[in-house]
């Protein structure tokens, strides 16, 4: 049964950073294509980084290019999400999602997804 499990949120000021992890199981993902994306109150889920199966293909959102990065251990099956210089806006919950083959920045075209963390940015 495949398993996606995000940690790394909570609480934090605005300019401060948090790392995000989700943690694949079930399967080997080393083929699969990882993203994030995210979810605030009252809004539709949005796009906000991905990483290609070999790592040589990053795509982000405009929202948080420069401020985010996303990478990957295929080894460890785990997607991270380096986020800096947060702001309030940037509170929402944010999910894991993997996809067999190319990156996506459709949330339905992704096969398996996480339950989201938390993260709360304060002014």
């Known amino acids: 049964q495949v398993q996606l499990v995000e940690s790394g949120g909570g609480l934090v000021p605005a300019g401060g950073s948090l790392r995000l992890s989700c943690a694949a199981s079930g399967r080997t993902f080393s083929t699969y294509s990882m993203a994030w994306f995210r979810q605030a109150p009252g809004k539709e889920r949005e796009f906000v980084a991905a990483?290609?199966?070999?790592?040589?293909?990053?795509r982000y959102a405009d929202s948080v290019k420069g401020r985010f990065t996303i990478s990957r251990d295929n080894a460890k099956n785990t997607v991270y999400l380096q986020m800096n210089s947060l702001k309030p806006e940037d509170t929402a919950v944010y999910y894991c999602?993997?996809?067999?083959?190319?990156?996506?920045?459709?949330?339905?075209?992704?096969?398996?997804w996480g339950q989201g963390t938390q993260v709360t940015v304060s002014s």
């Open positions: 990483i290609s199966w070999n790592r040589l293909i990053t």
């Open positions: 999602a993997v996809k067999s083959g190319l990156i996506t920045l459709y949330a339905y075209e992704n096969d398996y």
